[in-house]
Protein backbone atom coordinates (compact mmCIF):
# COMPACT_ATOMS: atom_id res chain seq x y z
CA UNK A 1 0.00 0.00 0.00
CA UNK A 2 2.79 2.44 0.69
CA UNK A 3 4.70 1.96 -2.78
CA UNK A 4 1.23 2.46 -4.33
CA UNK A 5 0.75 5.92 -2.22
CA UNK A 6 4.07 6.97 -2.91
CA UNK A 7 3.93 6.11 -6.75
CA UNK A 8 0.67 8.23 -6.64
CA UNK A 9 2.38 10.89 -5.43
CA UNK A 10 5.39 11.68 -7.75
CA UNK A 11 2.45 10.86 -10.76
CA UNK A 12 0.80 13.88 -9.51
CA UNK A 13 3.71 15.88 -8.81
CA UNK A 14 5.07 15.71 -11.89
CA UNK A 15 1.77 15.73 -13.62
CA UNK A 16 1.07 19.16 -12.10
CA UNK A 17 4.94 20.48 -13.21
CA UNK A 18 3.55 19.27 -17.00
CA UNK A 19 0.08 20.67 -16.44
CA UNK A 20 1.58 24.01 -15.21
CA UNK A 21 4.21 24.04 -18.08
CA UNK A 22 3.37 26.58 -20.83
CA UNK A 23 3.58 25.39 -24.14
CA UNK A 24 3.23 28.78 -26.16
CA UNK A 25 5.96 30.60 -27.59
CA UNK A 26 6.46 33.53 -25.76
CA UNK A 27 4.76 37.00 -27.36
CA UNK A 28 6.69 40.23 -26.93
CA UNK A 29 4.54 43.39 -26.38
CA UNK A 30 0.91 44.37 -26.69
CA UNK A 31 -1.63 42.60 -29.09
CA UNK A 32 -3.98 45.30 -31.00
CA UNK A 33 -6.69 44.97 -28.10
CA UNK A 34 -4.01 46.19 -25.32
CA UNK A 35 -2.80 49.29 -28.03
CA UNK A 36 -6.50 50.09 -28.33
CA UNK A 37 -7.61 49.86 -24.66
CA UNK A 38 -4.34 52.26 -23.65
CA UNK A 39 -5.46 54.40 -27.16
CA UNK A 40 -9.03 55.19 -25.40
CA UNK A 41 -7.69 56.07 -22.39
CA UNK A 42 -5.58 58.50 -23.74
CA UNK A 43 -8.04 59.85 -25.46
CA UNK A 44 -10.50 59.99 -22.55
CA UNK A 45 -7.67 61.75 -20.38
CA UNK A 46 -7.69 64.26 -22.79
CA UNK A 47 -10.98 65.15 -23.10
CA UNK A 48 -11.19 65.53 -20.05
CA UNK A 49 -7.65 67.51 -19.38
CA UNK A 50 -8.59 70.44 -22.50
CA UNK A 51 -12.05 71.70 -20.73
CA UNK A 52 -10.22 71.38 -17.22
CA UNK A 53 -7.58 73.61 -18.27
CA UNK A 54 -9.85 75.73 -20.03
CA UNK A 55 -11.63 76.06 -16.83
CA UNK A 56 -8.49 76.90 -14.48
CA UNK A 57 -7.21 79.45 -17.42
CA UNK A 58 -11.07 80.99 -16.52
CA UNK A 59 -10.57 81.28 -12.87
CA UNK A 60 -7.20 82.91 -12.69
CA UNK A 61 -8.50 85.43 -15.31
CA UNK A 62 -11.35 85.91 -12.78
CA UNK A 63 -9.47 86.46 -9.96
CA UNK A 64 -6.63 88.44 -11.28
CA UNK A 65 -9.29 90.49 -13.27
CA UNK A 66 -9.99 94.27 -12.18
CA UNK A 67 -13.59 93.79 -13.50
CA UNK A 68 -13.97 91.32 -10.73
CA UNK A 69 -12.65 93.76 -7.79
CA UNK A 70 -14.84 96.68 -8.99
CA UNK A 71 -18.15 93.73 -9.30
CA UNK A 72 -17.19 93.11 -5.67
CA UNK A 73 -16.83 97.03 -4.67
CA UNK A 74 -20.24 97.54 -5.90
CA UNK A 75 -22.02 94.68 -4.61
CA UNK A 76 -20.33 95.57 -1.30
CA UNK A 77 -21.62 99.36 -1.69
CA UNK A 78 -25.54 98.45 -2.44
CA UNK A 79 -25.23 95.52 0.23
CA UNK A 80 -25.96 92.53 -2.02
CA UNK A 81 -25.40 89.16 -1.22
CA UNK A 82 -24.94 87.43 -4.56
CA UNK A 83 -28.17 86.71 -5.77
Known sequence: ????SA???SLL???TQALAAS???E???LGLAGIVFIAFIAV???FQLLPGLNMF???VKGIFSSEAESRA???VKENKTGV
Request: net charge neutral; aromatic share 0%.
Open 1 to 4: MKLL
Open 57 to 59: VDI
Open 73 to 75: QDA
Open 7 to 9: ATA
Open 23 to 25: GAK
Open 13 to 15: VTG
Open 27 to 29: SSG
Open 44 to 46: VIL
